[in-house]
């Protein structure tokens, strides 16, 4: 799974933006209107770290990797059809958004975990056990 880090997830939503603006048939800002894009169309913009990041990311979002199903069209940057998506490409595509479903669900008990503050109860709960010898 591809993560970025703020900064970095900052300069791919702009570059997005861009490319939405100079192809807007291929390129959606509204993740719910994206459609899966040609295979290597990043060859077809600039050799570019940034380009290539920014393309990650539109890739890898939920509504991207919900619309990569089996037999969808992909298109090229005019928007026109490029191929169409197998069925070994759509499952890879759900397991990606099953794993980031996963992945958030986990951050979310951790958050959860580090931001639980123990109560006068749960106080009372751990000194009776150790002096009932059950907990160290």
Do not use: V
Request: charged share 25%.
């Amino acid at each position: 799974m591809f993560a970025l880090d703020a900064a970095a997830q900052a300069k791919a939503t702009a570059l997005i933006a861009a490319l939405a603006e100079k192809f807007p048939a291929a390129f959606q800002i509204d993740e719910n209107r994206r459609r899966p894009l040609r295979i290597g169309i990043g060859g077809d913009l600039m050799d570019d770290n940034q380009i290539a990041a920014a393309l990650t990311a539109y890739a890898t979002s939920p509504g991207y990797l919900r619309a990569c199903q089996p037999g969808a069209i992909r298109i090229n940057l005019d928007g026109l059809p490029a191929g169409e998506l197998t069925e070994p490409q759509a499952n890879f595509a759900r397991r990606q958004l099953e794993g980031r479903s996963e992945e958030k669900l986990a951050n979310g008990r951790d958050k959860k975990a580090r931001n639980h503050r123990a109560t006068l109860a749960d106080l009372r709960a751990l000194a009776r056990a150790r002096r009932e010898g059950g907990a160290s």
